[in-house]
C-alpha cells in the first residue's frame, strides 16, 4: 500500500475552548501570584492601620467623655480651697486656722490625684507590659467617676484588698474599669448601688476584679451577645453623653484578652448583673 500524499492529506482543527465550553481557562503565572499576595499584604496591612485608629479614637473618646465630669470635680475643688483660705484669713484663732489649712491641703491633695488619674489615662505608651497596681488604678478611676455617680445618686462602693501587681498597662486597664462603671451606673437607677471589689486567687496564681450593680439585669437571650462589636441594647448616649455606640464592651473583651486574661458575666433580670475579670499576676 502506498503511502497517501501530502496533498491528500485532510486537516484536523482543535477547538481553542475547552470541551466543556466558556471562557478558555488560564493558568495562573508566578507574576499573578505575586501581584495577589503583594495585594492580599497591603489589605491586611490598611486593616491593622484602621485598627490601631479606632483604638487611639476609642481612648481619646473615653478622654472627651470625662472631661466635664473632671472639669466640674477641679472647679469644686478649687472653690474649696478658695473658701478656706478666706477662713484662715478672716480668723485669726488658731483652731479656725488649723481647721481652715487641712480642708486646703485635703482638697489640694484630691485636686493633684485627680489630674494624676486623668494624665495617666492620657498617656501614651509603648505598648509594653510592666507590673501594674491594680488597687491603685481602680482609685483612680474612682477618683474621675466619683462626681458622675453622686450626680446619678448612685452609691459606690469599693472594697480592695492589698494584692500583687499585674503585668499590664495601667491605662488600657483604667479604659476597661471606666467603661463597665459607666455600664453599670446605667443599668442602676437612683438609689441603687455599684460595688466594686479585688481580690487574691492564690490557688490561680490571679487577681480578681468584681464590678457588681443592683441594676436592671441583663436578659437571657441578649446575654451572650453583648461582647459583640456593635451590639447594643441602648438607644443612643445617655444625658451624660456616654454608652449607645457597642463598641464598650467588645473594646474592654479585646484588651483583657490583650493580658491574657478572663472576663465574665453573671446576671439575673431585676436583680443586677456581676462581671469578674481575672488576670494574671506579674510575679
Keep these: 500500500m502506498q503511502p497517501a500524499s501530502i496533498s491528500n492529506l485532510v486537516p484536523i482543527t482543535f477547538p481553542s475552548t475547552p470541551c466543556s465550553g466558556g471562557t478558555p481557562s488560564v493558568l495562573p503565572t508566578a507574576t ?23 483604638e487611639r479614637s476609642q481612648r481619646l473618646a473615653t478622654l472627651g467623655e470625662l472631661t466635664s465630669t473632671a472639669t466640674h470635680e477641679f472647679n469644686n475643688l478649687l472653690m474649696t480651697i478658695l473658701n478656706y483660705s478666706k477662713l484662715g484669713l478672716r ?8 481647721k481652715a489649712f487641712d480642708r486646703i491641703y485635703a482638697a489640694a491633695n484630691k485636686a493633684s490625684k485627680l489630674t494624676g488619674s486623668i494624665l495617666a489615662l492620657a498617656r501614651n505608651r509603648s505598648g509594653e507590659m510592666e507590673p501594674t497596681n491594680l488597687k ?12 458622675e455617680f453622686r450626680k446619678y445618686r448612685v452609691e459606690l ?12 498597662q495601667g491605662n488600657e486597664l483604667q479604659r476597661v474599669l471606666i467603661n463597665m462603671l459607666v455600664n453599670a451606673r446605667q443599668a442602676t437607677g437612683e438609689g441603687g448601688q ?44 445617655d444625658a451624660s453623653g456616654k454608652g449607645g455606640t457597642g463598641v464598650g464592651l467588645a473594646s ?32
Design 32 to 54: 499573578t501570584s505575586a501581584t495577589t499576595a503583594s495585594e492580599v499584604d497591603q489589605l491586611r496591612n490598611e486593616v491593622e492601620e484602621l485598627k490601631q485608629q479606632l
Design 91 to 98: 480668723n485669726t484663732d488658731q483652731p479656725s486656722r488649723d
Design 136 to 147: 491603685q488604678v481602680i482609685e483612680d478611676t474612682f477618683l474621675l467617676l466619683e462626681r
Design 157 to 168: 462602693e469599693l472594697q480592695l484588698d492589698d494584692v500583687a501587681d499585674v503585668l499590664g
Design 194 to 237: 455599684v460595688k466594686v471589689s479585688l481580690r487574691d486567687c492564690p490557688e490561680t496564681n490571679e487577681v480578681a476584679i468584681v464590678i457588681r450593680d443592683s441594676g436592671s439585669g441583663i436578659a437571657p437571650d441578649v446575654l451572650p451577645k453583648i461582647f459583640e462589636p456593635y451590639f447594643t441594647t441602648k438607644s443612643g448616649p
Design 252 to 283: 474592654c473583651k479585646q484588651i483583657i484578652d490583650a493580658h491574657r486574661g478572663r472576663i465574665r458575666v453573671e446576671s439575673s433580670v431585676g436583680k443586677g448583673t456581676a462581671f469578674t475579670i481575672r488576670l494574671p499576676k506579674a510575679v
